[in-house]
């Protein structure tokens, strides 16, 4: 079955400095992926989407990822950490074993920004 | 901005109750998904809608939820009756899907749900 797994359930930083949260997939074949935020006790907000046009791809807040075929890779990075950025961090995509459209989300990665 | 609307924002029950929670997804959106979200599972797909019609609810308990979308303005997710493990924010999302499979989605805000 297709999932998305991030690596990590918490990732602490010092604003200023650059923000890794690490995802996972699993697909047969060239899937479509996102990142959504979530920040306390708010929705889900899309950060970027990934849909075969190009491997880098940039959203919004200073916020990219990049599709890794060869790693079944997409991290999110951002240069330097705001303290704004404090959230939970979602990669979702495809689940199942054809491309229905289906989307299911990661486990999640909490990001704490520290001064 | 278009957006997708979800009623109640909060419910508080007592278990035995029905709770029926609605959405209204952004207008020509043609896919529809319910999502469960509470800490210890995180974020769980319940059901699945394309053009009104149910593509997967695996996720959804069967025996006491049921999702329905009676027109394309409107989705709904029923539980009856409700239990005290179903209290979590259920989130509704609407996307544009294509064949394939790319689909952008909108949350609308949520449903916080209590069952006492």
């Known amino acids: 079955a297709q999932s998305v797994t991030q690596l990590d359930s918490h990732v602490s930083v010092s604003e200023g400095t650059p923000v890794l949260l690490r995802c996972n997939y699993s697909?047969?074949?060239?899937?479509?992926l996102f990142w959504y935020v979530q920040h306390p006790n708010k929705g889900l907000q899309l950060l970027l989407k990934y849909t075969s046009a190009a491997t880098l791809v940039k959203g919004i807040n200073g916020f990219e990822a990049e599709f890794k075929k060869s790693e079944t890779s997409f991290h999110l990075t951002k240069p330097s950490a705001h303290m704004s950025d404090a959230a939970e961090y979602f990669c979702?995509?495809?689940?199942?074993?054809?491309?229905?459209?289906?989307?299911?989300f990661g486990q999640g990665t909490t990001l704490q920004v520290k001064p | 901005d278009a957006r997708v609307t979800q009623t109640p924002r909060h419910k508080v029950t007592e278990m035995g109750q029905e709770v029926t929670m609605r959405c209204q997804p952004i207008l020509g959106h043609n896919t529809v998904f319910w999502y469960r979200q509470t800490m210890m599972q995180g974020l769980e797909l319940l059901a699945y809608f394309r053009n009104r019609a149910p593509l997967d609810d695996s996720g959804m308990p069967k025996d006491r939820f049921s999702a329905e979308m009676p027109d394309a303005t409107l989705a709904t997710l029923k539980i009856q009756p409700s239990e005290p493990r179903d209290s979590a924010v259920y989130f509704c999302?609407?996307?544009?899907?294509?064949?394939?499979?790319?689909?952008?989605?909108?949350f609308g805000a949520g449903s916080r749900l209590t069952v006492l």
């Open positions: 979702v995509g495809p689940s199942g074993s054809s491309n229905t459209g289906k989307l299911i």
């Open positions: 999302a609407s996307g544009l899907g294509t064949t394939s499979g790319a689909n952008v989605l909108t």
């Open positions: 697909s047969s074949y060239s899937p479509s």
